[in-house]
């Protein structure tokens, strides 16, 4: 049986028993949901502050850097204007505050696998891996890298996930017995104009 009782009688329910402050100091004490190795990476992560850069060093890919001193066309003419958004600093040259990597098919390689292959990462798509790559390094030819490395990786090719709708079933054309029965026509266009035309038609018989 449910008996209803006014708000304005309840008196037990009053602002006196409300808590103002609650203490939440010893919640969750000493509890640790993910241990500490599930975040650790094989590759040694350093911070170096180099002026008003500051960069992560993965392993020793800058070192690899400062070894390398070839430098392309576009880089030597962007560093040559001085315009305050390429320097070069420790044999590193940074374009617009990222690191740039010199043409070493290897030292790139490296990158693209360290930036994509580990399991926190996780085989990124080729826009993720973009956006985690260009936040320090730069070359280059950068995204048709990283689509290329994504679009030959077994691995992610695997396990990506189909967004678009399965093909319907294929439907061949009955075999003609003879010249005329079955026409088929198609328009290719449109096309650059010539002699005032931009099309051209195909039938086929």
């Given at each position: ?11 037990k ?5 409300w ?9 969750n ?34 070192k ?7 430098r392309e066309k ?33 030292l790139?390689?490296?990158i ?30 950068m ?24 093909a ?5 054309l009955?075999?003609p ?7 088929s026509?198609?328009i ?18």
């Amino acid at each position: 049986m449910l008996k209803h009782i006014p708000g304005k009688t309840n008196m037990k329910a009053d602002i006196l028993s409300w808590k103002d402050q609650v203490n939440t100091k010893e919640d969750n004490k000493d509890v640790q949901l993910l241990k500490d190795k599930i975040w650790t990476r094989k590759t040694t992560t350093k911070v170096t502050i180099l002026g008003r850069k500051a960069i992560t060093e993965e392993g020793n890919i800058i070192k690899k850097i400062q070894k390398n001193n070839t430098r392309e066309k576009e880089v030597i003419q962007a560093l040559e204007k001085n315009d305050g958004l390429t320097w070069e600093e420790d044999g590193v040259a940074y374009m617009e505050e990222r690191v740039y990597v010199p043409n070493n098919k290897e030292l790139r390689e490296e990158i693209l696998r360290e930036h994509h292959d580990p399991a926190d990462i996780g085989h990124l798509g080729q826009h993720r891996m973009m956006e985690l790559l260009k936040r320090t390094y730069w070359w280059p030819g950068m995204k048709e890298d990283v689509k290329k490395y994504v679009q030959e990786c077994f691995k992610y090719q695997q396990n990506k996930v189909q967004h678009q709708k399965k093909a319907g079933e294929l439907h061949p054309l009955k075999i003609p017995q003879g010249p005329w029965q079955e026409i088929s026509i198609d328009i290719i266009g449109p096309l650059p104009k010539s002699n005032g035309m931009d099309a051209i038609v195909v039938i086929i018989d």
